[in-house]
């Protein structure tokens, strides 16, 4: 017998992942955990089991969906292919208009399922965008897709995309760029969630990292001095006459502090206490969105002194006559006149000295601002600040020594 309503009912409050047939021969209710219910014809078409996702209860009421999936079979037993009848249910779930727009073959392109360039760029415009800090990372996001995604993906319909055609469209930058590709499926999975939670589709079919092409490569990291050389970059950074004084200082300050370039050019003067020398980075100038605190050495301290005496009056401690951030790129460009190097390897710089010299990794990862592993985070209640800023000092003086 078909499930009534106190029936259905009770399923969306068992909060259990489960396939309940209805009694409707090919007529099923997929629950899920969430307390959330579809209806889901499976049938076999052209001899493979397809789940044709009809709508969720209680918007789609059951009778409706009785009929429809009696109108499926009838379509099934005509000939019509899988892909037709998933894109009409897609356009519509009344029996009567889905049985004729399938036998006449005509989608009206306004009522049809959004493309998938649609639905990412709202995913970007509207989910993900307000979330990312300023930067390079924020523009890469949707460049990557225009490049590599949107060619081949982005004027189909969200709904019709197949693994397969996932895998194809990724394969090139996941094998040739391996650390954009990575990022690039991440957000092609996301996209495709959005699309799940917008009811677009039923099920995610991005394909995950173990269904990708087998990546053959060395992973490269950021070019960075070894810590004999920073006693001769700081030398170099108070000799050099040509720089200005704006890049030399932030150098400065990523050298002995250890943190990102990015957080070094938008440190503001209200998130520095001088007095108990700390600069508390907020969540949302930091990499992993945390609050971040960094004990200041000695060197640090003067430097930042002599900085107030031009920029105190200002927002930013490195801002320009009109208190805007430093460019992103004036820092990288001034160092590669000393090493070919890259700022944020000044960073590898530190870890190597710290690893050298005995000091214990949480202490290192904190310094470096890097997530603590959950279990840590359990049992790690402090950020060990003084720990943290012995180390800093002997790094300052070791750095800093005539």
Not at 138 to 149: A, C, H, P
């Amino acid at each position: 017998m078909a499930l009534k309503f106190r029936e259905l009912e009770g399923l969306s409050q068992q909060r259990e992942d489960q396939w309940v047939p209805d009694g409707t021969p090919n007529l099923y209710v997929f629950c899920r955990s969430s307390g959330r219910m579809s209806w889901v014809c499976r049938i076999t078409i052209g001899g493979k089991r397809t789940n044709l996702t009809l709508g969720t209860w209680p918007d789609l009421k059951a009778d409706v969906a009785r009929q429809v999936t009696g109108v499926i079979k009838g379509l099934v037993g005509a000939g019509y292919s899988a892909q037709v009848i998933k894109s009409a249910l897609g356009v519509t779930v009344d029996p009567i208009a889905l049985q004729r727009l399938v036998i006449t073959g005509r989608l009206s392109d306004h009522d049809a399922p959004p493309t998938f360039e649609e639905v990412a760029r709202d995913w970007y415009e509207n989910h993900l965008k307000a979330g990312l800090s300023e930067g390079a990372y924020k523009r890469q996001v949707i460049q990557q897709l225009e490049d590599y995604v949107f060619p081949s993906l982005g004027t189909r319909p969200v709904n019709q995309i197949k693994r397969r055609e996932i895998v194809e469209t990724l394969k090139d930058i996941w094998l040739t760029k391996p650390p954009s590709g990575k990022k690039l499926r991440g957000n092609v999975e996301r996209i495709f969630d959005y699309a799940v939670d917008q009811e677009f589709l039923e099920f995610n079919p991005c394909p995950p990292v173990r269904s990708m092409p087998k990546q053959n490569y060395v992973e490269k990291h950021f070019d960075a001095l070894t810590p004999e050389q920073a006693p001769a970059m700081w030398r170099w950074l108070n000799n050099h006459v040509g720089l200005r004084d704006q890049t030399r200082y932030g150098l400065m300050l990523v050298l002995l502090t250890g943190k990102r370039s990015s957080e070094v050019r938008h440190m503001e003067w209200g998130h520095i206490d001088l007095e108990r020398g700390i600069w508390t980075t907020p969540a949302e100038g930091m990499k992993m969105r945390k609050e971040h605190r960094q004990p200041l050495s000695r060197q640090v301290l003067e430097l930042l002194h002599e900085l107030q005496q031009v920029s105190g009056g200002r927002r930013y401690v490195l801002g320009n006559a009109k208190d805007r951030v430093m460019s992103e790129n004036a820092m990288l460009y001034a160092i590669k006149e000393f090493s070919d190097v890259t700022v944020h390897g000044l960073r590898a710089t530190l870890g190597s000295w710290m690893a050298e010299n005995g000091v214990r990794k949480i202490v290192a990862d904190f310094v470096k601002a890097h997530q603590p592993k959950s279990f840590d985070v359990a049992y790690q209640r402090s950020d060990l600040l003084e720990e943290r800023r012995d180390v800093l000092q002997r790094w300052a003086d070791y750095v800093s020594a005539d």
